[in-house]
């Protein structure tokens, strides 16, 4: 298994940036395919971004496209998720998860059922 913690949140102003990090340990990071996800008061997890193993293939929520990206890496074991131009309705809990390899990907996963290692999450907060 991989386990993930996730660092970087915080309180930021509209307009502003913030850096998530998320941290593996136990088996390689390069193992998996890594996505986050996002999770506001009342409403259900939502998919914000993935990136496959290798780091060549990013895909996003159409939400936040042009505004976050996702990156990685390997060596360091580190999934990283830059936030910019930040909103008020991107505040929530974010998540880092990991893909089990043994699955079979035929189209993007964006569902949380589709992930299955998950961190405690991270708040961010985006004052208007």
């Known amino acids: 298994q991989v386990q993930l913690v996730e660092s970087g949140g915080g309180l930021v102003q509209a307009g502003g940036s913030l850096r998530l990090s998320c941290a593996a340990s136990?088996?390689?990071?390069?193992?998996?395919?890594m996505g986050w996800f996002r999770q506001a008061p009342g409403k259900e997890r939502e998919f914000v971004a993935r990136?496959?193993?290798?780091?060549?293939?990013?895909y996003y929520a159409d939400s936040v496209k042009g505004r976050f990206g996702i990156s990685r890496d390997n060596a360091k074991k580190t999934v990283s998720l830059e936030m910019n131009s930040l909103k008020p309705e991107d505040t929530a809990v974010y998540y880092c998860?990991?893909?089990?390899?043994?699955?079979?990907?035929?189209?993007?996963?964006?569902?949380?059922?589709?992930?299955?290692?998950w961190g405690q999450g991270t708040q961010v907060t985006v004052s208007g």
């Open positions: 136990g088996r390689p990071i390069s193992w998996y395919a």
């Open positions: 990136i496959s193993r290798s780091g060549d293939d990013r």
């Open positions: 998860a990991a893909e089990d390899p043994s699955r079979i990907v035929v189209k993007v996963p964006t569902r949380p059922s589709e992930y299955d290692y």
